[in-house]
């Protein structure tokens, strides 16, 4: 089970960090991905990182902007966000960056970018 925590309402430009905690589950190993549903539409992947740590990708609309960690000491990924826009207002999620074919999904944490 991973839980996601540190939404917010923020004004454009402004930032947020969001974190995720599993339990029951270790990541160690694994690699790990932040992923988005905005509004109406599907679930998205916006970064994912590899089991080590590296093999850092982060979708374009969030290059530059975004930064994905992990610390497996304490069973986390972070996902630093700069510069937010409007468009990035979503639910944000933490899961395994190779899902399941049934994954299962925290509760997400809310992100409210303000123009």
């Known amino acids: 089970q991973f839980v996601e925590s540190g939404g917010g309402s923020v004004q454009s430009g402004g930032s947020l960090r969001v974190s995720c905690t599993a339990s029951g589950f270790t990541i160690r190993g694994y690699p790990m991905a932040w992923y988005r549903q905005r509004p109406g539409e599907d679930r998205e992947m916006v970064a994912s990182i590899g089991a080590r740590g590296n093999g850092v990708y982060h979708d374009y609309s969030v290059k530059g902007r975004f930064t994905l960690s992990r610390d497996d000491d304490k069973n986390s990924v972070d996902l630093q966000m700069e510069n937010l826009r409007p468009e990035d207002t979503a639910e944000y999620y933490c899961?395994?960056?190779?899902?399941?074919?049934?994954?299962?999904w925290g509760p997400g944490t809310q992100v409210i970018v303000s123009a």
């Open positions: 899961n395994l960056r190779f899902l399941t074919e049934t994954p299962s």
